[in-house]
């Protein structure tokens, strides 16, 4: 595949959390809508297709796990009006979960290059979710902005979105990564694809001042910070149409000044797309 524009947005808010599922379902949405066939296609005039399903052995929000073992899996389709329009949908499953289908998804975006290399591009995507449960804490809308910048093998992203409808409240993200041929034939390549990203979000923390034994006080006050940061090491194989990704994820989670004992941890993740053209 050879990436004609690369996208990722980060970030909702999951109770007190900004990174949440729904987040997943709609980062491996766009991450892969973009990655499209070289080929001599009028991406301008056509229409396209692309379907995909991932599997993650644990689920982990913003680098945390809630003390949940489980694993998660989020089937997706897109659609794509030559480089510019895409509406997506998705849905995403998590075993430990009730119910277990958690929500469903809708994005809907544009993008547009800024130069005429067509290496810089500029994104803005709307997203509604609809939860399997009512909760007030949850944001059900998402409005987001990405400029990417992709330049031979290299390409870096810079992210901001607003999330409201519950507790509202912004993020920003940044992410770089580099593409390492492995090997090409005739219309199969492998490639590895190492990527750097960090995620920054506004979050409410509650602290317990005390006054002495009889007067304790809970504070709140909102705080703008670095919450994780994610090494990906994912090894892709393209196949004609047919695109596979295998990666191993490690988070390095910052505590919030209510958080303690937040350890590094990893994971698996695989998956499987299939592009067409309509």
Not at 54 to 60: L, Y
Not at 112 to 135: G, V
Request: glycine share 6%.
């Amino acid at each position: 595949m050879k990436d004609l524009i690369l996208i990722g947005f980060f970030c909702a808010s999951l109770l007190c959390y900004p990174q949440s599922e729904e987040d997943q379902v709609i980062d491996s949405i766009l991450d892969e809508l973009f990655e499209t066939e070289a080929s001599p296609v009028d991406f301008s005039q056509s229409h396209f297709l692309y379907t995909s399903f991932s599997f993650d052995e644990s689920v982990f929000f913003a680098g945390r796990n809630f003390g949940i073992d489980q694993f998660g899996f989020t089937p997706s389709i897109s659609y794509m009006k030559g480089k510019s329009f895409f509406v997506s949908l998705g849905a995403a499953y998590f075993s430990e979960l009730d119910p277990q289908w958690d929500f469903v998804s809708l994005s809907s975006g544009y993008s547009f290059f800024l130069n005429k290399e067509e290496q810089l591009s500029l994104t803005a995507l709307y997203s509604r979710i609809f939860f399997s449960t009512e909760t007030e804490d949850l944001n059900p809308n998402r409005f987001s902005v990405a400029l990417s910048l992709q330049k031979n093998s290299w390409g870096a992203r810079l992210s901001g979105g607003y999330l409201f409808g519950g507790s509202a409240s912004f993020y920003t993200a940044a992410a770089t990564h580099f593409v390492i041929p492995i090997k090409k034939i005739k219309n199969a390549e492998m490639n590895l694809r190492p990527q750097l990203s960090v995620l920054m979000s506004e979050q409410t923390v509650s602290e317990q001042i005390s006054g002495g034994i009889l007067n304790n006080t809970t504070l709140e006050r909102d705080v703008f910070d670095l919450i994780n940061t994610q090494l990906s090491l994912p090894l892709l194989i393209d196949v004609g149409s047919w695109d596979f990704e295998l990666s191993y994820n490690i988070n390095f989670p910052k505590g919030l000044p209510s958080e303690s004992d937040l350890s590094t941890n990893g994971y698996l993740s695989l998956s499987v797309g299939y592009f067409t053209g309509l």
